[in-house]
T-cell receptor, first 115, second 109 residues
Framework: ETGVTQTPRHLVMGMTNKKSLKCEQHLGHNAMYWYKQGAKKPLELMFVYNFKEQTENNSVPSRFSPECPNSSHLFLHLHTLQPEDSALYLC??????????????FGPGTRLTVT | GQNIDQPTEMTATEGAIVQINCTYQTSGFNGLFWYQQHAGEAPTFLSYNVLDGLEEKGRFSSFLSRSKGYSYLLLKELQMKDSASYLCAAVDSNYQLIWGAGTKLIIKP
C-alpha cells in the first residue's frame, strides 16, 4: 500500500467517450501530479497541483482536463481522445513540489486504451 | 534541451552485482532520484543524491558525480525479485523531475 490510490486500474474507451480518472492520496501531502507513461518512454509530467492550485501545465492537449477539489483528490477528465493517448497514467503526491529532497509517491496507475 | 540517458535493458545473474548508469543534462541541477518499477506497478523511491559520492542503503547503493553529469545505481547480491525497471530522474533548476526512459533489469537464475 503506497498511500496513493487510483481508479480505475484499467480503462478502454472509444474516441468519442468521456471518462474520468480518479486519484486519492492518504499521506497528507500538499502537491499532486499527473504523469503519462508510454511504452518504453520516459515519464511525462502533465499537471502539477500545489495546495489545490495548478502550478504546471506542460503543454497538454485540452482533451485532458484536470480537477483538484482538495489537496487529497485529483481527477483527470478525458474526452475525444486519440489512439496515441493510450498509455499508463500515473498519479503521484509529495510533501512539497518545491523541495528537491521530497520524493514523490506514486499510485498504481490507470492503463488506458483508446480504440 | 534537457535529457536523461540510461541503457534500455540489462541482464544479470542471481547473486551477482550489476551497475546501472545514468547520464543527465539539465538546466540547473538539484539532485537525482532512482526509482524502481515492477511491471504493472507504481514506481517506488530508492535513493536521492545531491552531493558527490556514494550512498549505501543495504544491497543498493547510488553514486553521483555532478561535474560529470553522471550517476549509477549499484545492486549487490541480486535476487529474482530485483527484476524490474529502474528509473533515473534529475531535478532541474525549477525543481521539476526530468525522467529517463528506465532500464529494464532481467535477473537470470
Amino acid at each position: 500500500e503506497t498511500g496513493v490510490t487510483q481508479t480505475p486500474r484499467h480503462l478502454v474507451m472509444g474516441m468519442t467517450n468521456k471518462k474520468s480518472l480518479k486519484c486519492e492520496q492518504h499521506l497528507g501531502h500538499n502537491a499532486m501530479y499527473w504523469y503519462k507513461q508510454g511504452a518504453k518512454k520516459p515519464l511525462e509530467l502533465m499537471f502539477v497541483y500545489n495546495f489545490k492550485e495548478q502550478t504546471e501545465n506542460n503543454s497538454v492537449p485540452s482533451r485532458f482536463s484536470p480537477e483538484c477539489p482538495n489537496s487529497s483528490h485529483l481527477f483527470l477528465h478525458l474526452h475525444t481522445l486519440q489512439p496515441e493517448d493510450s498509455a499508463l497514467y500515473l498519479c503521484a503526491s509529495s510533501q512539497d513540489p518545491g523541495g528537491p529532497s521530497y520524493e514523490q509517491y506514486f499510485g498504481p496507475g490507470t492503463r488506458l486504451t483508446v480504440t | 534541451g534537457q535529457n536523461i540517458d540510461q541503457p534500455t535493458e540489462m541482464t544479470a545473474t542471481e547473486g551477482a552485482i550489476v551497475q546501472i548508469n545514468c547520464t543527465y543534462q539539465t538546466s540547473g541541477f538539484n539532485g537525482l532520484f532512482w526509482y524502481q518499477q515492477h511491471a504493472g506497478e507504481a514506481p517506488t523511491f530508492l535513493s536521492y543524491n545531491v552531493l558527490d559520492g556514494l550512498e549505501e542503503k543495504g544491497r543498493f547503493s547510488s553514486f553521483l558525480s555532478r561535474s560529470k553529469g553522471y550517476s549509477y545505481l549499484l545492486l549487490k547480491e541480486l535476487q529474482m525479485k530485483d527484476s524490474a525497471s529502474y528509473l533515473c530522474a534529475a531535478v532541474d533548476s525549477n525543481y521539476q523531475l526530468i525522467w529517463g526512459a528506465g532500464t529494464k533489469l532481467i535477473i537470470k537464475p
